[in-house]
């Protein structure tokens, strides 16, 4: 018997793994369960961690549909990892338990999902996340920064009161842009606010330091590249993207996902995890939904009706509602390159909804909840910690006599799980229900049957009529869009004959068929007044064989993967 799944568990639903934690739960998978699970390094990040890839389903080598998850390509985003190793452990007890009931899914879903194969990176950026699960500090992607020094001042964060963790400094200031509320937060200053008025930094020091002008802190102060601003897709350098790096794939993460994937032509959905909000983010991300493709459109709509179901969570456009500027679209972005360039069904999601948790009002669009905060969000965030989180994101505030500054306090915010990432309590929930609504977008995936019949024309004559059906949901080419990529290419009908037959026509032995349509169309596919079906799911060709022996039907392309069939003249 194999070993239980209960008995491999590693606490990731209950709390954030770092880097040793994470490698030893994927290798029990996978030294528990070699014939379902195979792990893989495809790179190592800049500091030398692996970064770890798990196969999930039988015979990984055969091609076949398949589908990605990954997770943490930002340092702080560590709830990623948790809900990509939810998947992958949901499939595995799939395999392990086929007749189990999972996240509500009927018998035939989950057979159809046994045929899938799932490539689960938890882990983009193991540097980055080490970094913050160890001191808390504020980090985009990696600890690294390839930058020529300038000798220009800049913000270098990290621990400078030796307490192991790296939050917030404040300092009384006549110019100060914060004041301080009776419950300690930090909020920005008004017209009537009679005083004491607060300069508010990282923790950390001040490299360059003349002694008298204080940088303003950035975002990527202290550590340049943005792993999910340096895809190909419409990269653009520094000074048009922040965090874009050197050149598309100059860093040895992000570098690693791509010449992965693009050995992957049977990819056909994506799923990019960060963090926060709750919102999944869908294509496209460079322009409206008006200009995008209707088809592809459509498949989006049947997601968004099951990430509202079982998430809770809204489905926007990229462009509409998560552009940080108006009409500037990121360039670069992970999700754009697998949308466009692999033809999957790829998009984010910012797991946990700590505005909706606090009882923000949903912004249009959507990306102002980050930017767009009342002062009665702020309160009610302050008593949701307290009541719902242990207090672990307000900090007191603490004394200090800092090297550079003078007398300062340390504290305030400390957001790595509560704001960043939910609660220890609710990592399991958010699991579950993001499994729920990912495998049954797996789900979706191609499904080539091929069957063939024997007839006799006299002698030892034969026609073989073969007919190739997809029986799956999305077409052979995968969503609309992807239909005009060079690499995907229809599929074709092959045969091989033993050396006791010939062939007696066609003239050649592979005959290309076109794309197979399938059975989904999206969710508002169809009108009442007018139900109808379509065609185009079914293609049917023939040999005409001399001999005897057997011989073998292949059909398929490197999109689908192939399907075979063995017959004996006779």
């Not at 946990?352 to 009610?380: C, L, N």
């Not at 034969?462 to 080419?477: K, M, Q, S, V």
């Amino acid at each position: 018997m194999p070993t239980p799944l209960s008995d491999l568990a590693h606490g990731f639903r209950q709390k954030y793994l770092d880097h040793a934690e994470l490698t030893d739960q994927l290798r029990a998978w996978a030294n528990a369960y070699p014939n379902l699970a195979r792990l893989e390094s495809i790179g190592q990040s800049g500091e030398g961690r692996d970064i770890w890839l798990l196969i999930v389903g039988p015979e990984p080598d055969r091609s076949r549909p398949c589908v990605w998850v990954d997770g943490n390509m930002h340092a702080s985003e560590v709830m990623g990892s948790s809900a990509a190793l939810g998947i992958a452990e949901d499939m595995l007890r799939l395999h392990l338990e086929p007749d189990a009931e999972l996240h509500g899914l009927p018998a035939h879903v989950r057979q159809q999902l046994r045929k899938v194969l799932f490539y689960v990176v938890p882990r983009i950026s193991p540097d980055g996340a080490e970094e913050v699960l160890r001191s808390g500090r504020w980090l985009r992607s990696v600890p690294r920064d390839n930058r020529p020094d300038g000798g220009q001042p800049r913000w270098k964060l990290g621990d400078v009161d030796g307490d192991g963790r790296s939050l917030l400094m404040r300092r009384q200031d006549p110019c100060g842009d914060f004041v301080a509320t009776r419950d300690g937060r930090m909020r920005r200053r008004r017209l009537e606010d009679p005083g004491p008025y607060y300069v508010v930094y990282p923790e950390g020091t001040i490299e360059h330091f003349d002694g008298v002008h204080v940088p303003a802190p950035t975002m990527l102060s202290d550590h340049a590249p943005d792993l999910n601003r340096n895809f190909p897709w419409t990269w653009a350098p520094e000074h048009e993207q922040l965090g874009a790096g050197d050149f598309p794939g100059s860093e040895p993460e992000s570098r690693a996902v791509l010449e992965y994937t693009t050995r992957l032509p049977s990819l056909f959905a994506w799923l990019n995890f960060h963090t926060f909000g709750g919102v999944f983010i869908r294509p496209r991300g460079d322009v409206a939904d008006n200009k995008m493709d209707q088809g592809d459109l459509a498949i989006f709509k049947q997601i968004e009706a099951w990430a509202t179901e079982l998430t809770g969570y809204p489905v926007v456009s990229g462009y509409e509602e998560f552009t940080y500027e108006p009409d500037k679209p990121l360039r670069g972005d992970m999700s754009d390159y697998g949308y466009h360039q692999r033809g999957a069904i790829a998009y984010v999601c910012e797991l946990w909804d700590f505005f909706k948790q606090i009882g923000m009002e949903r912004k249009h669009p959507f990306v102002h909840a980050y930017s767009h905060a009342t002062e009665e969000d702020h309160a009610r965030a302050v008593e949701w910690d307290k009541e719902h989180n242990h207090g672990r994101v307000f900090q007191p505030w603490k004394a200090f006599s800092h090297p550079q500054l003078g007398k300062i306090e340390v504290g305030g915010l400390l957001p790595l799980v509560g704001i960043w990432n939910p609660p220890y309590e609710r990592i399991d929930e958010l699991c579950q229900a993001q499994s729920a609504c990912f495998l049954r977008v797996a789900a979706l995936c191609p499904s080539l049957e091929l069957s063939v019949q024997q007839q006799h024309l006299g002698g030892d004559v034969y026609r073989l009529d073969c007919r190739l059906e997809n029986r799956g949901y999305l077409a052979t080419y995968g969503i609309p869009s992807a239909k005009k990529l060079d690499w995907n290419t229809p599929p074709c009908l092959e045969i091989e004959l033993p050396a006791t037959a010939e062939l007696v026509s066609p003239s050649g032995r592979i005959q290309v068929l076109p794309h197979l349509e399938g059975w989904g169309r999206g969710y508002y596919a169809s009108a009442v007044h007018y139900p109808r079906s379509t065609s185009g799911s079914v293609a049917v060709r023939s040999f005409v064989v001399r001999g005897h022996g057997q011989v073998e039907l292949r059909a398929g392309c490197p999109r689908v993967g192939y399907v075979t069939h063995q017959r004996d003249l006779g």
